[in-house]
T-cell receptor, first 115, second 110 residues
Framework: NAGVTQTPKFQVLKTGQSMTLQCAQD?????MSWYRQDPGMGLRLIHY???????DQGEVPNGYNVSRSTTEDFPLRLLSAAPSQTSVYFC??????????????FGPGTRLLVL | GENVEQHPSTLSVQEGDSAVIKCTYS??????FPWYKQELGKGPQLIID?????GEKKDQRIAVTLNKTAKHFSLHITETQPEDSAVYFC?????????FGTGTRLQVFP
């Protein structure tokens, strides 16, 4: 199993540009989520999904969209990038919601710089 | 919503000494408390977790304690080794969400 994969590893955008951060898992996990990591602020939940076709907002959803058309993929879209979205983005997945018996696995991250 | 505070933000210890990281949470309904270790350039990895019906859990050199009344939980690492150097995050489950603390950078000096 490849686990949780994220692409790209690094991206530079100009303010106002759009892009999609890709996340895929091959473990048949129902639960997937996106976090952003900023210095001194830990990991903050952006959006999450408890299964295909179901998404919900986390702590910091503004400026981001998600969809979950398949169990495997959970892309994160930035419609109009802003410098405040410069961050490291992590995707995570588990069989069910955190707090069940299942471990949440994180991907390697995407480093995004918005100029 | 849930709020998780973590202290200290940095911690330096000599190899072989113990390290303790503390977290507090605000929502008494939270019932699951994992700890993650993040090495440089990598995603966080679960190292130990505890549920609200348990007061302490141990896995080799790592232990976690939970005080539900005071709403705080702690990570204890004994006999620290240089490879324990990393950033550690605590988290608390609030409904379907994991809310993370701000992290502790642990440095273990040989």
């Amino acid at each position: 199993n490849a686990g949780v994969t994220q692409t790209p590893k690094f991206q530079v955008l100009k303010t106002g540009q759009s892009m999609t951060l890709q996340c895929a898992q091959d473990m048949n996990h129902e639960y997937m989520s996106w976090y952003r990591q900023d210095p001194g602020m830990g990991l903050r939940l952006i959006h999450y999904s408890v299964g295909a076709g179901i998404t919900d907002q986390g702590e910091v959803p503004n400026g981001y969209n998600v969809s979950r058309s398949t169990t495997e993929d959970f892309p994160l879209r930035l419609l109009s990038a802003a410098p405040s979205q410069t961050s490291v983005y992590f995707c995570a997945s588990s069989y069910s919601t955190p707090g069940s018996q299942e471990t949440q696995y994180f991907g390697p991250g995407t480093r995004l710089l918005v100029l | 919503g849930e709020n998780v505070e973590q202290h200290p933000s940095t911690l330096s210890v000599q190899e072989g000494d113990s390290a303790v990281i503390k977290c507090t949470y605000s929502d008494s309904a939270s019932n699951y408390f994992p700890w993650y270790k993040q090495e440089l350039g990598k995603g966080p990895q679960l190292i130990i977790d505890i549920r609200s019906n348990v007061g302490e859990k141990k896995d080799q050199r790592i232990a976690v304690t939970l005080n539900k009344t005071a709403k705080h939980f702690s990570l204890h690492i004994t006999e620290t080794q240089p490879e324990d150097s990393a950033v550690y995050f605590c988290a608390a489950r609030n409904t379907d969400k994991l809310i993370f603390g701000t992290g502790t950078r642990l440095q273990v000096f040989p």
